[in-house]
Every structure is written in structure tokens, then in C-alpha cells.
């Protein structure tokens, strides 16, 4: 299963597994296959601030245009807009609280999202995958 991954992909399992104590092979191989449904945002781990302030922007960049909008065309003058003086942390850490958890300092996975470890049996993606390494789980 793994190798039909991208890394990207391997990366969002990896850390949705820690995150979650998920260490058994059918919960592993559950997520691997279900990668698809997590509702997540990525964070720039390199970036400057906490977890909270960088879902903060991540939030009102890639998802919520509206604010954004809003926020910018708020003009405070000397060239400054309500963007610039927004707290992204708080908004971040009231996302956190409420919506999510933070798999790592690059993901945080919303509740809605959540993936059912025990959906498929090992020989459902077996049979699925036809990989006959399978047998010895």
C-alpha cells in the first residue's frame, strides 16, 4: 500500500498515526487507505511563530477568503489594513481548541475528518491489493 503512496501522502499517514497511537497493522494499513478523507491544513514548520499563529494564517489564507477579504480592504492608513494587525494566534488557538488537533508542527487534522481505524479487515485490502506479502499478516 505504501508503495502506491506519494510521499506527501506517507508523510500525512505517518504523522496521523503518531498523533493518534496508532501502531497495530490493520489501524495503519485503515489510515493508508483512507488518507483521502482528512480535512487538514498544512503548516510551514520553518516559518516564524507558534502552531497557533501559523494555522491562524493558514486558516484565513487557504480557506476563508471572505476575512481575508474583509480584513485587507479594512484600510488603517499609512498603507496598513486590519490584516496586519489581526491576531492570528488567537484565531488559530480558538480553531485548535474547537476544531482540531495538530498531528505535528507541519499538519493540523480536523475532527471532521476523522478516519475509522477498523473500517476495512486485513483481508479486505489484501484481496484489494492482490499482494501476496499480505499472507504473513
Known amino acids: 500500500m505504501l508503495e502506491q503512496m506519494s510521499e506527501h501522502e506517507k508523510a500525512i499517514a505517518a504523522a496521523y498515526c503518531s ?7 490493520l489501524s495503519i494499513l485503515n489510515t493508508c487507505k483512507q488518507i483521502g478523507v482528512l480535512f487538514y491544513v498544512e ?11 501559523k494555522l491562524g494564517y493558514a486558516i484565513v489564507d487557504e480557506f476563508d477568503s471572505e476575512l481575508k477579504t474583509a480584513l485587507e ?11 496586519d494587525y489581526f491576531d492570528f494566534e488567537k484565531y488559530g488557538r480558538d480553531i485548535a481548541l474547537s476544531e482540531g488537533y495538530f498531528a505535528s508542527d507541519e499538519l493540523f487534522i480536523f475532527y471532521v475528518s476523522d478516519i475509522d481505524v477498523k473500517l476495512y479487515t486485513v483481508r479486505e485490502i489484501k484481496d484489494e491489493l492482490c499482494d501476496t506479502r499480505l499472507e504473513e499478516v
Open 19 to 25: 498523533a493518534n497511537s496508532l501502531k497495530d497493522t
Open 43 to 53: 503548516l510551514d514548520a520553518n516559518a516564524w511563530g507558534s502552531r497557533e499563529e
Open 73 to 83: 480592504q479594512c484600510k488603517l492608513g499609512a498603507g496598513l489594513c486590519a490584516y
